[in-house]
């Protein structure tokens, strides 16, 4: 199994060279995962890299939610829940006993299927976070903060005149624009998103794309997608689970054009799931 795409010094991965390889964000390492009896993540090695995006795919009930979940310690928010093995984010096991999971979501973001929105006006969906994490205080500088996660986020100029407006009041696709200002507004470094496009119509959808693309180069982005083209247009690389496992993670073209394992290739030419 190739659990590190760049594991080889002197290859060239992706029209990178070795001495341009990139930096590893998250070390997953002997990650097994039960609910209950239900062992839904077998022993998973995985690495996962700054500025680039990283698409998981893979048949329904593989465990791609699951394995996103485990990095930002949400799993734990279901009852019944073990988890097994280190997920290292910068040098520092976010599973330790000392690390306090609500400091582990603040930096590591995640933008769900369905765009979610606070019962709240479109400003203070983006400020709630910061200012309870006491990021900003009311005022110019949370203003400030709310104008720069929504431009980054590709919002701004459609809400502007009405930020005091219900989150609730946009359209799907600027809603989840929305929620991705949100998670932006706190600084994490890594965005988590599963099946972030799956409720969006094609525009929306491609500029959900486009926005990954402008923020990979501020973060690591892991997300999850049973649209083959979207990881084609996307990603960086591509990780095929099945039934639990890793079966193959490599570059995004190897994957879908050189793949080094029957079932991933049967996978993707469309032979099952
Ligand atoms: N909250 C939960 N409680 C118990 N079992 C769960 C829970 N969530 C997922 N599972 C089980 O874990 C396995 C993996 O599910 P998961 O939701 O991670 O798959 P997935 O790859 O994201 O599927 P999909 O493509 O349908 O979203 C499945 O067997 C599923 O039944
Ligand atoms: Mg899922």
Known sequence: MTNNPDNSSNSTINGLTSQESPATKITVRKLNLYYGDNHALHNIDMDLYKNKITALIGPSGCGKSTFLRCLNRMNELINGVKVDGDVI???????????????????????????????????????????????????????????????????????????????????????????????????????????????LDPLSTEKIETLMLDLKEKYAIITVTHNMQQAGRVADYTAFFHMGDLIEYADTETIFINPGKKKTEDYITGRYG
């Open 89 to 199: 984010i910068d040098g520092k096991n976010i599973y330790d006993k000392d690390v306090d999971e609500v400091s582990v979501r603040k930096r590591v973001g995640m933008v769900f299927q369905q765009p979610n929105p606070f019962p709240k006006s479109i400003y203070d969906n983006v400020s709630y976070a910061p200012l309870k994490h006491g990021i900003v205080k009311k005022g110019q500088i949370c203003d400030e903060l709310v104008e720069k996660s929504l431009l980054q986020a590709g919002l701004w100029d459609e809400v502007k005149d009405k930020l005091t407006q219900p989150g609730t009041s946009l359209s799907g696709g600027q809603q989840q624009r929305l929620c991705i200002a949100r998670t932006i507004a706190v600084e994490p470094d890594v965005i988590l998103m599963d099946e972030p496009t799956s409720a």
